[in-house]
């Protein structure tokens, strides 16, 4: 039972990263106001924050979907996710009405939309678990570890 | 061999095979660690290298519009000593709300010459036009309707016709026949925006905006100071 549930959530935050990434890789500049939305950076940081985050999801998820150094891969994807979480928080508490940015480019909401931020936290709470099952038990099923290891026999 | 030395062997064969398998696994747990981090890192280098590519090209093709106010960033409109600073994209539907609540009190003081009002198109909703890019190809437009001397015209048409969030905007060829119907009949309008002369311009003020805080459209400065409340009264109430 065990390996599968963990090949099943190294897959799920796998693509979890991979459609993260992907929706924000085409406007990196977009990506930056998303960052500096939060008003926690200036600007010049928030846009090269805005501009590495894509790809450094795509590769968090090109690295799950390997299945390499599993462990080590779950746990910089929960820093991350934290740090998003926290992110969050921060401008909830604060009154801003921002979109998250998390799969999209984010910025401030039009006057009619509500921010979601409960559902935001909620979802990303979702793959910090995903996460923290791989940090307990990273071995799993179709993946370069077991390769090098020699599980898989 | 006694079968007590036999199992003794077999014993010590079992632990240095364990050895062997816990050591291949600290080796192997080393290096793809020390693989992973290597990623994570040229990962995020190659987006700040992508982005500075990316602002490099921006930066060769600003043409900033001879009529540009606001080191150069904006279209002024009126004479009056309060300055009302508009950033607006001509996609966002809540800019539109706002340009028809509030666009007679402007024009109102404006004509009151008690402000001065710098619209700054910027261009936040590309995403918003199926890969046109239609906020930056229309803010383009205003400044080439800016140069020649029609850029609240131009502005005023381009809200009046401005197209659903998630299609794909107007096309050049309909952004130059609005030019039109406000008299901007000539050919370098057409040209300018045939060949997106403005296109970088654009961006570029879109940076600035967003490097002076603005984090969304319309964003309403009196002053410098943020609008809260974006209606005419308020407006009115912040000029004085």
């Known amino acids: 039972m065990q390996p599968w549930i963990s090949t099943a959530a190294r897959v799920g935050l796998a693509v979890v990263w991979l459609v993260a990434g992907g929706l924000k890789i085409g406007d990196l500049a977009a990506s930056g106001r998303a960052v500096n939305a939060y008003q926690i950076f200036p600007y010049d940081v928030a846009k090269v924050i805005g501009a590495a985050q894509p790809f450094l999801e795509i590769a968090l998820g090109l690295l799950l979907l390997a299945g390499l150094a599993v462990r080590l891969v779950a746990g910089i994807s929960a820093v991350v996710l934290v740090i998003f979480i926290a992110g969050i928080v921060s401008a909830w508490v604060r009154g801003l009405s921002i979109d998250c940015g998390c799969f999209s480019s984010g910025g401030q909401l039009g006057a009619g939309a509500t921010p979601v931020y409960g559902w935001d936290i909620a979802r990303d709470a979702g793959f910090l678990v995903l996460a923290g099952v791989l940090l307990v038990w990273p071995r799993t099923r179709m993946s370069v570890d077991s390769i090098l290891m020699g599980d898989d026999k | ?240």
């Open chain 2, 1 to 240: 061999m006694s079968k007590a030395t036999k199992q003794r062997a077999a014993e010590a064969k079992r632990i240095v095979a364990q050895q062997k398998a816990r050591e291949r696994r600290r080796t192997v747990t080393l290096w793809t660690s020390v693989g992973v981090v290597a990623v994570l890192v040229i990962a995020g280098l190659i987006g700040w290298a992508v982005l500075a590519g990316q602002e490099k090209d921006t930066a060769g093709s600003v043409v900033v519009p001879p009529t540009a106010t606001d080191d150069g960033t904006a279209f002024a409109r009126g004479e009056g000593p309060v300055t009302i600073d508009i950033y607006e994209d001509f996609m966002c539907p809540i800019c539109h709300e706002f340009e028809d609540s509030a666009g007679p009190t402007i024009t109102k003081l404006v004509d009151e010459k008690k402000v001065t009002v710098n619209y700054h198109p910027i261009s936040i909703l590309d995403r918003a036009s199926n890969g046109t890019e239609y906020s930056t190809r229309s803010a383009g437009a205003a400044a080439a309707a800016a140069a020649g001397g029609k850029f609240y015209e131009y502005h005023e048409v381009l809200f009046a016709n401005q197209p659903e969030e998630n299609s794909d905007g107007l096309d050049n060829a309909k952004l130059i026949e609005l030019g039109q119907s406000v008299g901007l009949t000539d050919q370098a309008f057409a040209d300018a925006v045939n060949n997106g002369t403005y296109q970088g311009w654009a961006t570029d003020v879109t940076d600035k905006a967003s490097a002076a805080g603005v984090t969304g459209t319309p964003t309403i400065k009196v002053n410098g100071t943020v609008l809260e409340d974006r209606t005419a009264a308020g407006l009115e109430k912040a000029v004085g």
